[in-house]
């Protein structure tokens, strides 16, 4: 069994900072890439940002230049920092999991709001 959580979600102004990471750990035998999506009300999950156990990065157009995926050395855990926030940034972010063997996991989520 695999298990991801994360954590840094909350409330902040527009123009603000969050930092949001995620661990995981349990029955991990080879990731192929961790990665960060949202979902906001009335729409689809998209990508956020991505990172494969190269380190390739990959974001989406709407947070580049804003947004920095980054891992820590075991590559279990996976940070996202969050700059120049905006009100359409708002959302449930989830962060998931993909191992080499194709399965993938997801987190539970956690709630970003960026509102004055």
């Known amino acids: 069994q695999v298990q991801l959580v994360e954590s840094g979600g909350g409330l902040v102004q527009p123009g603000g900072s969050l930092r949001l990471s995620c661990a995981a750990s349990?029955?991990?035998?080879?990731?192929?890439?961790m990665g960060w999506y949202r979902q906001a009300p009335g729409k689809q999950r998209e990508l956020v940002a991505a990172?494969?156990?190269?380190?390739?990065?990959n974001y989406a157009d709407s947070v580049k230049g804003r947004f920095t995926i980054s891992r820590d050395n075991a590559k279990t855990m996976v940070n996202l920092q969050m700059n120049s926030l905006k009100p359409e940034d708002t959302a449930v972010y989830y962060c998931?999991?993909?191992?080499?063997?194709?399965?993938?996991?997801w987190g539970k989520g956690t709630l970003v709001t960026v509102s004055s």
């Open positions: 998931k999991l993909l191992l080499t063997s194709f399965r993938y996991y």
């Open positions: 349990g029955s991990i035998d080879s990731i192929s890439a």
């Open positions: 990172i494969t156990s190269g380190g390739s990065t």
